[in-house]
């Protein structure tokens, strides 16, 4: 059984004071004989990675078209996946925990997949624009698993499927106001990048963004039930509280964990207020568990956004579900009711994009994936905990099922407040490129992370794995000096 359980949920005032003494305390850095070690692992090892990605900046802005794949001291450009594991165009290897960004929960290019996706492009192509049987076989599969999905609809996108939830929500309620917690990412809509990534960023990613497009969304820290209930009673008066948006497992995936009856509290305040509760699975649905985090905090949202796991990683990937009563808004067709909610996607719910989400979820139910990535998960984490204490390092690592959190600079989860900005930002250039640099050592010793602190485990990551990937840690830990 994985660590990760009801009764053995994170210690969330532990990591909290653990992340604040290693943003406060001085910094650890790599020594500058392993920094020049790394240097020369990319400039001779990845030359044609640097030559492809140094053009590509003359035609797409900063090189890449993903933050996923932004790298110190440059992107590494990556030709076959297989499993556990990325080669790049010289051909180094690496065991890739990035798993795309998460949507790989049974490893990279699973071959089941894979081959009924073949079968299906060479029998009618990728899409016709008519309905296909893989786009009910899919509603019902999801239905199977999360009994809340009453109605389901397809989006291309997590972004798509989050605009398409809040607006539902307002439709449904016809009350204005959202509220999201804690920076949590939920894609990159006009709406929804206000505190982005950051607790208490609020605008400053907003670039582009009239300030009234945001006007109605509103920003909670994370486990702030009194903030919440007093956010919700002053709504009353201007406009009501259509829907509080949350990653079930804290912002950015659990990076900021909730405490384990957050989400139950939060259901009882949007009862109580009228608001409907929508749970972004984008990242949790099928990861930690074939129903969800609903399922594992007993908590039934009115709606649940999915994105990139629902297809297995194929592309095209999102959908929202939820109450019949809400979700039945979005009959697509001309006429019909008057309050219906506009949405649609010329390549949404395509053929190859259901058929390979029924696929996948069906693999990951035989193969019972999401136990064994969070077993993986388990070993991963219990490993960097020894090392990070053999090393005498004061990093922070915990994980919830099948994510890994791996903070070794302090700046992943410090929360940004009107009283500790000025600080924040002047600290955040050093930690930054400790950041970044920990990100090329770890990627040097042929590890990909997401942003050097995230770490998504599959059903491909055997003991041997996990135990070569510890190895690596502690040639990198080991290469660690006070600065
Ligand atoms: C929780 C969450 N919601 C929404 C999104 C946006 O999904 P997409 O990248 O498919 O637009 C992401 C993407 O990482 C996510 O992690």
């Given at each position: 059984?994985s660590?990760t359980?009801?009764?053995?949920?994170?210690?969330?005032a532990?990591?909290?004071?653990?992340?604040?003494?290693?943003?406060?305390?001085?910094?650890?850095?790599?020594?500058?004989?392993?920094?020049e070690?790394?240097l020369?692992?990319?400039?001779?090892?990845?030359a044609s990675?640097?030559a492809i990605?140094?053009?590509?900046?003359?035609i797409i802005?900063?090189?890449?078209?993903h933050n996923?794949?932004?790298?110190?001291p440059?992107?590494?450009?990556?030709?076959?996946?297989?499993?556990?594991y990325?080669?790049?165009?010289?051909?180094?290897?690496?065991?890739?925990?990035l798993?795309?960004?998460?949507?790989?929960?049974?490893?990279?290019?699973?071959?089941?997949?894979?081959?009924?996706?073949?079968?299906?492009?060479?029998?009618?192509?990728?899409?016709?624009?008519?309905?296909?049987?893989?786009?009910?076989?899919?509603?019902?599969?999801?239905?199977?698993?999360m009994?809340?999905?009453?109605?389901?609809r397809?989006a291309?996108?997590g972004?798509e499927?989050?605009m398409?939830?809040?607006?539902?929500?307002?439709a449904?309620?016809?009350n204005?106001?959202?509220?999201k917690i804690g920076?949590?990412?939920?894609?990159?809509?006009?709406?929804l990048?206000?505190?982005i990534?950051a607790?208490?960023?609020?605008?400053?990613?907003?670039?582009?963004?009239p300030?009234?497009?945001y006007?109605?969304?509103q920003?909670?820290?994370?486990?702030?039930?009194e903030?919440?209930?007093?956010?919700?009673?002053?709504n009353?008066?201007k406009?009501?509280?259509?829907?509080?948006?949350?990653?079930?497992?804290?912002?950015?995936?659990?990076?900021?964990?909730?405490?384990?009856?957050f989400?139950?509290?939060?259901r009882?305040?949007c009862?109580?207020?009228?608001?409907?509760l929508?749970?972004?699975?984008?990242?949790?649905?099928?990861?930690?568990?074939?129903?969800?985090?609903?399922?594992?905090?007993?908590?039934?949202?009115?709606l649940?956004?999915?994105?990139?796991?629902?297809?297995?990683?194929?592309?095209a990937?999102?959908?929202?579900?939820?109450?019949k009563?809400?979700?039945?808004?979005?009959?697509?067709?001309?006429?019909?009711?008057?309050n219906?909610?506009?949405?649609?996607?010329?390549?949404?719910?395509?053929?190859?994009?259901c058929?390979?989400?029924?696929?996948?979820i069906?693999?990951?139910?035989?193969?019972?994936?999401a136990?064994?990535?969070?077993?993986?998960?388990?070993?991963?984490?219990?490993?960097?905990?020894?090392?990070i204490?053999?090393?005498?390092?004061?990093f922070?690592?915990?994980?919830q099922?099948?994510?890994?959190?791996?903070?070794?600079?302090?700046?992943?989860n410090?929360?940004?407040?009107r009283?500790?900005?000025?600080?924040?930002?002047?600290?955040?250039?050093r930690?930054t490129?400790?950041?970044n640099e920990a990100?090329?050592?770890?990627?040097?010793?042929?590890?990909?992370t997401i942003?050097a602190?995230?770490?998504?485990?599959?059903?491909?990551?055997?003991?041997?794995?996990?135990?070569?990937?510890?190895?690596?840690?502690?040639?990198?830990?080991?290469n660690?000096?006070?600065?």
């Amino acid at each position: 059984m994985s660590k990760t359980s009801r009764e053995n949920w994170n210690n969330v005032a532990e990591i909290r004071e653990k992340s604040a003494a290693l943003w406060n305390g001085r910094a650890y850095e790599l020594k500058p004989g392993a920094k020049e070690k790394y240097l020369r692992y990319y400039n001779e090892k990845c030359a044609s990675s640097k030559a492809i990605t140094t053009k590509a900046k003359e035609i797409i802005p900063g090189g890449v078209q993903h933050n996923l794949a932004l790298n110190y001291p440059f992107p590494l450009a990556m030709d076959r996946a297989s499993g556990a594991y990325l080669w790049d165009i010289d051909g180094n290897r690496y065991i890739d925990f990035l798993q795309a960004g998460g949507p790989t929960i049974l490893g990279s290019n699973y071959p089941t997949v894979r081959d009924k996706v073949i079968a299906l492009i060479q029998e009618k192509g990728p899409v016709t624009g008519l309905f296909s049987e893989y786009e009910y076989k899919l509603a019902m599969l999801v239905q199977k698993h999360m009994p809340s999905i009453e109605m389901f609809r397809m989006a291309a996108s997590g972004t798509e499927a989050d605009m398409i939830a809040i607006r539902l929500a307002r439709a449904f309620t016809g009350n204005k106001k959202i509220i999201k917690i804690g920076g949590a990412y939920h894609g990159w809509s006009d709406e929804l990048v206000y505190d982005i990534r950051a607790d208490g960023t609020r605008s400053s990613y907003a670039i582009g963004i009239p300030p009234e497009c945001y006007a109605h969304t509103q920003a909670l820290s994370v486990n702030d039930l009194e903030g919440l209930r007093a956010l919700m009673t002053e709504n009353k008066e201007k406009g009501g509280t259509a829907c509080v948006l949350l990653e079930p497992l804290g912002p950015e995936s659990g990076t900021r964990p909730v405490e384990f009856d957050f989400c139950q509290q939060v259901r009882k305040l949007c009862d109580e207020f009228g608001a409907l509760l929508i749970f972004d699975e984008v990242v949790t649905g099928f990861r930690i568990g074939m129903g969800g985090a609903q399922e594992f905090f007993g908590v039934k949202p009115d709606l649940t956004v999915f994105g990139k796991i629902l297809t297995g990683g194929y592309p095209a990937s999102g959908a929202v579900g939820g109450r019949k009563d809400v979700v039945s808004l979005l009959a697509g067709g001309v006429g019909g009711k008057d309050n219906k909610v506009m949405v649609g996607g010329t390549l949404t719910a395509n053929p190859l994009s259901c058929l390979a989400g029924y696929y996948t979820i069906q693999e990951l139910e035989t193969t019972n994936a999401a136990e064994k990535a969070a077993l993986a998960a388990d070993r991963l984490t219990a490993g960097l905990e020894e090392l990070i204490e053999l090393h005498k390092l004061p990093f922070v690592a915990y994980n919830q099922f099948s994510i890994v959190h791996l903070d070794t600079t302090g700046n992943v989860n410090v929360t940004i407040t009107r009283e500790n900005m000025s600080d924040v930002f002047a600290k955040m250039p050093r930690r930054t490129k400790l950041f970044n640099e920990a990100g090329m050592g770890m990627s040097a010793e042929g590890i990909i992370t997401i942003a050097a602190s995230r770490m998504y485990t599959s059903l491909a990551d055997t003991d041997d794995v996990i135990d070569d990937a510890l190895k690596r840690f502690d040639r990198l830990f080991d290469n660690y000096q006070l600065s």
